[in-house]
């Protein structure tokens, strides 16, 4: 079994690095969590073993490491950072927002910090909020940084929230393409997919919508598209 003496240390630590490096990450992991049990105030340590676990997405046990990390230390900003990137990936948006914009005020001109807040809000299904924090991120932005944008399902017949944001939009020279004009189905004779975000009530609203487009001879696609 692996032990460690005063000669062995760094042997270890290069030893972890190799397995990295295989993608042998069990391996790496006991090796850390034994050079922990010898030193368990190292923030080095605790770091790299965050690592490995954020690069297997075990995000739950990253998140553990970074937290141990700054209460050895609190001033390490880089645990702190990626304490927000793991409550990301576990689905705690409001956490991983909280600690991003402590990040924004302290470096406003860091893009990083933004975008993360702004996806965090969309993933929250917020849009309004996640359009004003993508449009912070491309205030911040060198010019040309962003040239175009995707949007979906906010230029149509049911939601027309694109509206409010074109003149911005020209305003820095990024261009629109406007995808799904048809809201991924709503406004179809097919109707919408099983796993649709629409609520209920938008559906069968435009399910009518396009029953009526149809007794009339006159396809709701068409329409949507004009």
């Known amino acids: 079994g692996l032990?460690?003496?005063p000669g062995n240390r760094s042997l270890l630590e290069v030893k972890a690095e190799c397995f990295i490096e295989l993608q042998k990450t069990n391996e790496a992991i006991d090796i850390y969590n034994l050079l922990l049990d010898e030193d368990p105030y190292s923030t080095f340590y605790w770091e790299q073993l965050g690592h490995i676990y954020f690069m297997i997405k075990r995000y739950g046990k990253a998140l553990e490491c970074f937290e141990y990390e700054n209460?050895?230390?609190e001033e390490i900003e880089y645990a702190r950072m990626m304490q927000a990137y793991c409550y990301y990936h576990v689905g705690n948006y409001s956490k991983s927002r909280e600690i991003f914009a402590w990040f924004k005020e302290k470096y406003p001109?860091?893009?990083m910090p933004q975008f993360y807040i702004a996806l965090s809000f969309y993933h929250e299904?917020?849009?309004i909020e996640a359009t004003k924090a993508f449009n912070s991120v491309i205030e911040i932005s060198?010019?040309?940084t962003?040239?175009?944008?995707l949007n979906f399902c906010h230029y149509c017949l049911n939601d027309d929230l694109l509206l409010e944001y074109l003149d911005f939009f020209e305003g820095k020279g990024i261009g629109i393409i406007n995808a799904s004009p048809l809201s991924m189905g709503l406004l179809s004779q097919r109707g919408t997919p099983d796993w649709h975000p629409a609520p209920q009530a938008l559906k069968d609203a435009?399910?009518?919508a396009a029953a009526f487009c149809n007794e009339q001879g006159y396809p709701i696609e068409k329409l949507a598209i004009q």
């Open 3 to 5: 032990s460690i003496s």
């Open 109 to 111: 001109m860091s893009v």
């Open 146 to 149: 962003v040239e175009s944008i």
């Open 206 to 208: 435009c399910a009518r």
């Open 71 to 73: 209460t050895i230390n």
């Open 142 to 144: 060198p010019e040309g």
């Open 125 to 127: 299904g917020n849009i």
